[in-house]
């Protein structure tokens, strides 16, 4: 009923990364005193100068459907780097929370901002406010997004489904989008599918697309949603351990998933939700080896059983 509009046009793309930093350390410098104290148009609750930005925050974020509740005052930041997992019972709110981070969905109250784009903010009546058009679709140029399902284009090839955002959103040089494109491929052992178009790919190929294209965008942060739920063991093994790369490649992340011992693994922090609520959130090897809250013992317990 209030879902956003998801076309990507007329977005910012390859000039949003250098104008975002550049915004950014203007933003600091404008928040903070010579002496590195707060200035007096410092937010409340900004980062202290100097410390790094989170790539997306969320606070107090709220969202019902029809009037029941699934999302209930969520904050959540996310900083360059970390890789954070969520994990929790089905009918949580994971997927909504990953949709209105991704603003494939909207907030009923709260804010969320992308680095120094406030994507939105409360009103006067605490309601979220959007910004406009075109914070949102600078917004939209920080993150890459990974379905379940694999969502690739079924009449494009797989050189042309990676290729295709950066040259239609992005605009930019079809050279140096093939070039990437194509180290992408590589990257993520798909030599040889470059000509083959989805059907011909297995379902573990399909996925290493996905991410391909996602990452040829040059996002800030990559979202997943249950990526490995669709496939096989085996297939799931295959695409597990092109994450586990992208994290040592310190990719900023934040993947919805059933695999504990992945999350545990890989993730540096681990986020337990049910019922729409943050229930228990830490290091990973605290939330999954030593849980302390009821419920996510119970739910660890359930899983592995
Ligand atoms: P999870 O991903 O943790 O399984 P979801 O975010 O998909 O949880 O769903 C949380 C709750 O919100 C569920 O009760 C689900 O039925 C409900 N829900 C999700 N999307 C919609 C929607 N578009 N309309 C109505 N209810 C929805
Ligand atoms: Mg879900």
Do not use: W
């Not at 011992?261 to 290091?283: L, S, Y």
Request: aromatic share 4%; net charge negative.
């Amino acid at each position: 009923m209030d879902e956003m509009k998801t076309d990507t046009a007329g977005a910012d793309g390859a000039m949003a990364a250098g104008a975002s930093a550049a915004g950014a350390s203007a933003t600091a410098a404008a928040t903070a005193n010579a002496d590195g104290t707060a200035g007096p148009n410092a937010a409340v609750g900004a980062p202290a100068p100097g410390a790094p930005a989170p790539v997306v925050r969320l606070e107090n974020g709220s969202k019902s459907f029809d009037g029941t509740p699934v999302l209930r005052d969520i904050s959540l930041e996310v900083m360059p780097g970390e890789v954070v997992a969520v994990i929790g019972p089905s009918g949580g709110g994971k997927s909504t929370l990953l949709r209105c981070l991704t603003l494939l969905e909207t907030l009923d109250g709260g804010s969320l901002s992308y680095g120094e784009l406030a994507v939105a903010s409360p009103g006067a009546d605490g309601r979220a406010v959007y910004g406009g058009k075109d914070v949102l679709a600078r917004a939209r140029q920080r993150f890459g997004l990974v379905f379940q399902q694999f969502n690739l284009f079924p009449h494009m090839t797989v050189l042309k489904n990676i290729m295709d955002a950066p040259l239609a959103v992005q605009r930019r040089d079809r050279a140096e989008v093939e070039a990437q494109a194509r180290g992408l491929i590589e990257k993520m052992g798909l030599t040889g599918t470059e000509d083959k178009v989805p059907y011909q790919l297995s379902g573990g190929q399909q996925q290493r697309a996905s991410i391909a294209r996602a990452l040829c965008l040059n996002p800030q942060a990559l979202f997943f949603d249950e990526p490995t739920s669709a496939l096989d063991p085996e297939l799931t093994g295959e695409v597990l351990k092109v994450l586990k790369q992208l994290a040592a490649e310190d990719i900023t992340m934040l993947v919805v998933t059933h695999e504990m011992a992945f999350a545990r693994e890989v993730a540096d922090r681990v986020v337990f939700m049910d019922g729409g609520r943050i229930v228990e959130e830490g290091p990973a090897d605290q939330v999954i080896g030593s849980p302390r809250n009821p419920r996510t013992q119970e739910f660890l317990a359930r899983y592995a059983g």
